[in-house]
């Protein structure tokens, strides 16, 4: 036990050093910052989407369906402005320095580095950026971007020369000047930059990136054991009390958040969704094995205890919560539940996966939020084809548990009959 312990401990530190990690935190909390933008764009994409002709034709004749797409095409397909934004305010706020100028010059270097296009409007000829950089497959140069522009600032902020003003200037005045400096070298160091790869073979720095990084990390990202591989690794944590889903969240959103724009993108244009593995895909088809073991604890469980703890548990459990359950059973350093919690979303991610690649399933291209109740989130991500994967994903856990879980009641009403006899004795003595 005294082992146990140790490795739990060794392991919280490590994990807890990576979670702590400048880069990763911003990543983590700034991706999140981009729910709101990839709802409305979601949300725009399933009203288009809806296949019934009397409906699509009603969109088409009287012109809502374009707007509707305009509300698409102004969140996907820029996403990686949103990016820049998200990124830089949160690395921004975690060194505490101004955010407003941290997101301005981040958005500065990245329209610095990011190629334009000659296009004729009218009679005349005018660069513009086209969305094949600010979508998608800018996104890594986004993040790339939004991370060093803000880390160069403050420590320019902090240790580059400022333009001191009178104790009399108004802050917001004196906080522009005193950044002044600041912005305009790490302008010009990007411009630098976009200079440096301009005269090498990739001419830009996104087509370097997505050579160099993103296209690697598409391809890890394309295999289904590695996300079967992360999953199980955000569960493994849970073991020793450490918040799995915060620590690979960074992780799971550099890999395939990009493959989830670029479905919704497609979905939107009525094209065919490229990628089965993405960020939405995850979040629908990870699986209900939250609501299917608070089930079993109030329906099945004959232990009081499971019993008291499934009553708590089950309504959390709907929408995909399972505090209540790992620190009520505990599942928290329990090794009779370390097995199927670790396996239940590695089954659920290959039934779906499985489902998919042979056509019985649709790709994920809407983000629909992770809590919303099994089967009605299958059904608005895949329709009745995916409300009936989760209802076969809920037979496999429920079958995956059932040993372990018997296991655990027993050992749970044996604890319970050894402490009501100890009380007798104590009563009658």
């Keep these: 036990m005294t082992k146990n312990k140790t490795f739990g401990q060794n392991l919280n530190k490590y994990v807890k050093s990576f979670s702590d990690n400048l880069i990763v935190k911003t990543v983590a909390a700034g991706m999140a910052r981009l729910l709101p933008v990839t709802m409305v764009g979601s949300f725009c994409v399933l009203l288009i989407s809806i296949p019934w002709d009397p409906y699509t034709n009603f969109l088409a004749t009287t012109g809502i369906g374009k707007f509707l797409t305009l509300g698409s095409t102004m969140t996907n397909d820029i996403i990686s402005i949103y990016v820049v934004i998200a990124l830089a305010m949160e690395m921004a706020r975690i060194l505490k320095k101004s955010q ?37 497959r800018g996104m890594f140069v986004a993040m790339i971007v939004a991370m060093l522009a803000t880390w160069l600032f403050s420590l320019l902020t902090e240790k580059g020369p400022k333009i001191k003003m009178h104790a009399s200037v108004p802050p917001a005045i004196s906080g522009s000047f005193e950044s002044l400096l600041p912005v305009i070298f790490v302008a010009l160091i990007f411009i630098g930059i976009n200079a440096t790869f301009s005269a090498t073979s990739a001419k830009d720095v996104h087509t370097f990136v997505y ?40 992780v799971t959103n550099t890999l395939w958040m990009p493959a989830a724009i670029e479905n919704q993108s497609a979905l939107a244009a009525g094209m ?10 995850l979040n629908v088809y ?66 779906a996966y499985s489902a998919t690649a042979i056509g019985f399933l649709a790709p994920v291209g809407i983000n629909v939020p992770w809590a919303l109740p099994p089967i009605l989130s299958g059904f ?50």
């Design 100 to 136: 407003i100028n941290a997101v301005m010059i981040s958005v500065i270097s990245f329209f610095v580095v990011t190629p334009m296009t000659a296009a004729m409007v009218g009679e005349r000829t005018v660069n513009v950026f086209t969305t094949t950089y600010l979508g998608s």
């Design 380 to 429: 608005i991500a895949g329709g009745w084809q995916g409300s009936v994967i989760q209802i076969i994903q809920m037979i496999a856990i429920f079958l995956l548990y059932i040993p372990f879980f018997k296991a655990l009641d027993k050992q749970k009403i044996n604890e319970e009959a050894k402490q009501d006899n100890e009380i007798v004795e104590t009563v009658e003595a």
């Design 272 to 281: 065919a969704m490229p990628f089965i593995l993405n960020t939405y895909f």
């Design 211 to 250: 050579r160099i990084l993103q296209a690697p990390l598409e391809g890890l990202g394309s295999s289904v054991w590695t996300m079967c591989l992360i999953s199980l690794l955000g569960e493994f944590f849970w073991f020793f009390g450490i918040h799995g889903s915060n620590v690979t969240s960074a």
């Design 286 to 351: 990870k699986g209900p094995r939250h609501f299917v073991l608070a089930a079993m604890l109030l329906w099945i469980a004959r232990s009081k205890q499971l019993k008291a703890v499934g009553k708590v548990a089950i309504a959390p459990g709907v929408f995909g919560i399972s505090e209540p359950m790992k620190f009520g059973i505990p599942m928290v350093l329990n090794p009779l539940i370390l097995v199927p919690m670790s396996l239940a979303p590695v089954i659920s991610i290959l039934i």
